[in-house]
């Protein structure tokens, strides 16, 4: 019986070993053997309404998300992957009307162009557009708001950005 069991835990130490299972956790799906470098320029501000601080904001906080979610080294220009574009939009608008005739919530929208330059795979090269909002009560100012909403507007953007990219989902 014990050589029974020797023999049963031998072959299922053997058959555990050979199975291997890998999980990526940031959602990057990166061939790491052949793309290394990545290039992000910055984002210039070209909507009709400018928001002095947001065009550095948005490149800091995109470049900080490949660095959090990816191994790649950041080169000046000419990367692997390559990222570039400008904020072409940066909307206010208003959203409700109460029975008075008086707006209720605000719509802020951003937009930003993005052209995604992959030197490694050519077929995953795009130009394409990425927007997002956050709607707010006319309680509030948007110069009370508008820090948060555009942490949270830019957070989806470059989320979405970071998905078309290098995720492939």
């Known amino acids: 019986?014990?050589?029974y069991i020797a023999f049963f835990m031998t072959l299922l130490m053997v058959g555990l070993s050979s199975c291997l299972v890998s999980?990526?956790?940031?959602g990057s799906s990166i061939d790491y053997t052949k793309i290394k470098t990545i290039s992000i320029a910055e984002f210039p501000n070209?909507?009709?309404l400018?928001?002095?601080t947001l065009s550095a904001e948005f490149t800091e906080a995109l470049r900080d998300e490949y660095s959090q979610k990816t191994r790649l080294t950041f080169v000046p220009n000419d990367g692997d992957l390559q990222i570039e574009g400008a904020i072409v939009g940066y909307d206010i608008s208003s959203m409700s009307v109460s029975t008075s005739g008086e707006s209720m919530d605000t719509k802020l929208q951003m937009t930003v162009s993005v052209r995604f330059t992959n030197k490694v795979n050519p077929s995953e090269s795009f130009e394409e557009r990425f927007s997002a909002y956050q709607v707010f009560s006319n309680a509030s100012t948007i110069n009370q708001v508008q820090d948060e909403l555009n942490r949270l507007i830019m957070d989806?953007?470059?989320n979405q950005i970071f998905n078309r990219t290098v995720a492939n989902w």
């Open 50 to 52: 400018v928001y002095p």
């Open 1 to 3: 019986m014990k050589r």
């Open 23 to 26: 999980y990526k956790l940031n």
């Open 46 to 48: 070209q909507a009709p």
């Open 156 to 158: 989806d953007i470059i």
